[in-house]
């Protein structure tokens, strides 16, 4: 269903007055029944909660009803859990009722031949008639971390977690189960999640729907993760609106993974090389993994841009510097050259082994590192910073804390990778507050994709369309 033109306003999706979750009981295993625990009792959200069961039973704290007509008051969002064959009859009482917004988490549409086919299809009929915008079907709902809501089923646990660790990246994933892994791995992480949606089969709402969105919640940087592109074009006009970055990671590029994706959620078939292009013209940064939804946000959040191919290496392990500037000759940037000046400067400090590109320091104290800093991002030729250190004294990680703040006044990223063991590394982006990468791999790459984003946003200033 296309309903380009219905603007029904997507915020009652996220911050909702009042929910109805169709299709909750207290029978074992019912799905909707862990969205009311999870809105009644494990994040306290404000609004009010109804489910609608045969029995008319309370679930959770949830006052029951028989049907949504017998709520009798008005509700902003249903999300429906029940047989995909009673579905098209809900979806048409939440629009005889006034219901506008409806999240189908249930499964057994398109993505499951003829008979869901024809089921998706009712769904769009009645949707059309009402004026109502749907999320779905076949997908695992909505989390609001800023809004304490959450219609994700079974997720209780997790959504209790993050809740508490509200943050500025936003995600649009085609899978539960991505969107779970994104989630989980960034509670350990910096950034945190601002909001997620689980779009499943997209019969309505889509992708580009929650770009435009997503320009306007406090959203920093946005994640998607697609099976399938149905309306290219609306998808690369979103984009080229949308001043912030998107990462994309798509799967279905092989044809086996095609045949996964359709059976998943009904995706069709896409050309893989059509879809590159379209990513380069629209300003989408294409990932090469679905890790990387969660590894690379933080450089966007932490870091200006890099705005030219210019790096210089710093490290305090020889070997590494030279590791560092192996992955980076694989990359389109290149090692910066110094000036004479920043060479001399360097080879006057005690303990630099190397006063060129990659620097290589031995023991030193802390203001050698904070000098050294500034006088690579004071260099013209320098455009941002390799640092690849390991943190053999508690001081480094506070050195690394004002490196920071010294990019951002000279406007020149650093992507921070420490070679130690993950318990320490997560240790000091908790309590430094430090964006630091996993792996080498992970920082060469956020640099590449800084520089993507800065090259993208001048193209997008000469044609990003009207305002949406």
Known sequence: ?????????????????????????????????????????????????????????????????????????????????????????????????????????????????????????????????????????????????????????????????????????????????????????????????????????????DESDFIDYFTTDGTEVIGLYLENVQRGAKLMAASLRCPKPILVYKSGVSEAGSAAALSHTAGMANNDAVFEGACRQAGLIRLRSPEELHALPKMFIDMPLLSGKRIAVFTNSGAFGSIGADLLAETPLVMARFTSRTRESLSRLPGVFNADNPVDIGPALPEVYLQIYDILLSDPGVDGLLHVVGMWRDYVADVMSELVELCRRHRKPAALFCFNGMKRVQAARAEKNLPLFSTLEEAVRALVVSHQQFHYLQKKEKKRGPAH
């Not at 909702?16 to 029978?27: C, D, E, R, T």
């Not at 008005?74 to 939440?94: E, K, S, Y």
Request: with cysteine; charged share 20%; proline share 4%.
């Open 1 to 205: 269903m296309d309903t380009t033109g219905n603007h029904t306003n997507l915020e009652k999706f996220f911050n909702p007055s009042s929910v109805v979750v169709i299709g909750a009981s207290n029978a074992a295993f019912n799905l909707g029944a862990t969205i009311c625990k999870t809105l009644k009792q494990d994040i306290a959200f404000s609004g009010d909660v109804f489910a609608v069961n045969r029995g008319g039973e309370d679930v959770h704290g949830a006052p029951g009803f028989k049907s949504v007509g017998d709520i009798g008051r008005p509700v902003d969002l249903a999300v429906i859990l029940a047989p995909a064959a009673v579905v098209p009859g809900f979806v048409r009482d939440c629009g005889e009722n006034g219901i506008r917004n409806i999240v189908i988490e249930s499964s057994g549409f398109s993505e499951q031949g003829t008979d869901g086919r024809r089921l998706q299809a009712e769904i769009a009929d009645a949707a059309r008639r009402h004026s109502m915008r749907i999320i779905g079907p076949n997908c695992l709902g909505i989390l609001d971390n800023r809004n304490r809501f959450s219609c994700l089923y079974g997720a209780n646990q997790l959504v209790q977690k993050t809740v508490q660790k509200p943050g500025t990246v936003s995600y649009v994933i085609q899978s539960g189960g991505v969107g779970g892994l994104v989630v989980e791995r960034l509670m350990e992480d910096l950034p945190g999640v601002n909001k997620m949606v689980c779009i499943g089969n997209k019969s309505d709402v």
